[in-house]
């Protein structure tokens, strides 16, 4: 005799948007006996996690009746997106790949969402990048484009637009940067301490505030020293590795050239580092070399590269925090992160003679 088949009508029901319509807060919380701003408060992913009876409850009650929290229906009550847009020169450049995750990891801890735009660091590339992200409905802008002399910041602001710049600044916006003088300042001090006088600088572009205050470091270390900048030793570059090579062979075929050189940023270091390498020249044994930024390869390289680390998390958190929050009164509007110095083997005492 064959086993009794169960009646189909016994058969809990699955419940799909086509015959049942989607679960709501009120629902849940008639359900778990509790007010519906406490299901939503318990419910919100964005807030720490409950652990008392109550949230329990509430989170199993949820589970059985599949409620299923609606981020856009929420974002339309707050009039917010919940998301944040980054605008960056290009994420080829990892200083920039590694400020958006840091930025993105700063977001999502405060229940927000990063997404990026690349410009390749053109300004008229930076205004259509962030008008697209806008037109998308983004709460905020973080920019990493700010140039010398650009007034996109002042139309942002004149249109009512939440922005903080980052790395770069304009010394007026909401701004979270590094002590790039002081970053300048400690690489060349560095290289001042190990006997060295002639030391060149690999400048960077001067539109960007980041290398005009690692210039200016390097300038203030160097006249606390009464070492005497000699002509043509200061050459400016963009930040990508072949004008970091080009740059160094130029301040090699000096007719005194400098026995350390500084690079304001490190993928100009490892175009220097291959440049001199070309050249014949050993570092550090006839030549030393110091980078900005500390990206990972650096430790890597064959000669390690001294560099100077700068506290990307940091920063990245001052940002989200000013763009989120607002600065704690004028002094607040720029907030500086101290960078650190890495000593490693690509520098030493200069050679004799």
């Given at each position: 005799?064959?086993?009794?088949?169960p009646?189909?009508?016994?058969?809990?029901?699955?419940?799909?948007?086509?015959?049942?319509?989607?679960?709501?807060?009120?629902?849940?919380?008639?359900?778990?006996?509790?007010?519906?701003?406490?299901?939503?408060?318990?419910?919100?992913?964005?807030?720490?996690?409950?652990?008392?009876?109550?949230?329990?409850?509430?989170?199993?009650?949820?589970?059985?009746?599949?409620?299923?929290?609606?981020?856009?229906?929420?974002?339309?009550?707050?009039?917010?997106?919940?998301?944040?847009?980054?605008?960056?020169?290009?994420?080829?450049?990892?200083?920039?790949?590694?400020?958006?995750?840091?930025?993105?990891?700063?977001?999502?801890?405060?229940?927000?969402?990063?997404i990026?735009?690349?410009?390749?660091?053109?300004?008229?590339?930076?205004?259509?990048?962030?008008?697209?992200?806008?037109?998308?409905?983004?709460?905020?802008?973080?920019?990493?484009?700010?140039?010398?002399?650009?007034?996109?910041?002042?139309e942002?602001?004149?249109?009512?637009?939440?922005?903080?710049?980052?790395?770069?600044?304009?010394?007026?916006?909401?701004?979270?940067?590094?002590?790039?003088?002081?970053?300048?300042?400690?690489?060349?001090?560095?290289?001042?301490?190990?006997?060295?006088?002639?030391?060149?600088?690999?400048?960077?572009?001067?539109?960007?505030?980041?290398s005009?205050?690692?210039?200016?470091?390097?300038?203030?270390?160097?006249a606390?020293?009464?070492?005497?900048?000699?002509?043509?030793?200061?050459?400016?570059?963009?930040?990508?590795?072949?004008?970091?090579?080009?740059?160094?062979?130029?301040?090699?075929?000096a007719?005194?050239?400098?026995?350390?050189?500084?690079?304001?940023?490190?993928?100009?270091?490892?175009?220097?580092l291959?440049?001199?390498?070309?050249?014949?020249?050993?570092?550090?044994?006839?030549?030393?070399?110091?980078?900005?930024?500390?990206?990972?390869?650096?430790?890597?390289?064959?000669?390690?590269?001294?560099s100077?680390?700068?506290?990307?998390?940091?920063?990245?958190?001052?940002?989200?925090?000013?763009?989120?929050?607002?600065?704690?009164?004028?002094?607040?509007?720029?907030?500086?992160?101290?960078?650190?110095?890495?000593?490693?083997?690509?520098?030493?005492?200069?050679?004799?003679?």
């Amino acid at each position: 005799m064959p086993p009794e088949q169960p009646d189909p009508r016994d058969r809990p029901a699955v419940l799909t948007h086509q015959n049942h319509p989607r679960v709501t807060l009120h629902e849940v919380a008639a359900a778990a006996g509790v007010s519906k701003s406490t299901v939503s408060r318990i419910l919100d992913e964005r807030l720490p996690r409950s652990s008392s009876e109550t949230a329990r409850r509430v989170r199993e009650v949820a589970a059985t009746l599949g409620y299923i929290r609606d981020d856009a229906a929420a974002s339309l009550r707050r009039g917010k997106t919940m998301t944040i847009g980054v605008v960056v020169p290009r994420l080829t450049d990892t200083v920039m790949a590694m400020m958006y995750e840091e930025l993105a990891q700063a977001a999502a801890r405060n229940g927000q969402f990063a997404i990026v735009a690349t410009t390749g660091d053109a300004p008229r590339a930076d205004r259509a990048a962030a008008q697209t992200l806008l037109q998308r409905g983004v709460d905020g802008l973080v920019l990493a484009t700010a140039r010398s002399g650009d007034d996109f910041p002042d139309e942002l602001a004149a249109r009512g637009v939440p922005f903080v710049l980052t790395l770069r600044t304009d010394g007026r916006s909401l701004s979270s940067v590094a002590d790039d003088r002081l970053g300048g300042y400690l690489a060349t001090r560095h290289l001042l301490d190990l006997g060295h006088r002639r030391i060149g600088v690999i400048a960077g572009p001067g539109y960007a505030s980041s290398s005009r205050g690692r210039v200016s470091g390097y300038r203030q270390a160097m006249a606390e020293a009464g070492a005497t900048i000699a002509s043509g030793w200061e050459i400016e570059s963009s930040f990508g590795i072949e004008s970091g090579a080009e740059a160094a062979a130029t301040l090699m075929a000096a007719a005194v050239p400098p026995t350390a050189l500084f690079a304001v940023n490190d993928n100009t270091a490892i175009g220097a580092l291959s440049a001199l390498h070309r050249l014949g020249l050993s570092v550090p044994d006839d030549i030393s070399l110091v980078g900005y930024n500390d990206i990972p390869i650096v430790s890597r390289l064959p000669t390690p590269l001294t560099s100077v680390r700068v506290p990307f998390e940091q920063i990245a958190t001052a940002a989200l925090e000013l763009l989120l929050r607002g600065p704690m009164g004028e002094a607040d509007r720029i907030r500086i992160a101290a960078p650190s110095l890495i000593p490693r083997r690509s520098t030493a005492r200069p050679p004799r003679g």
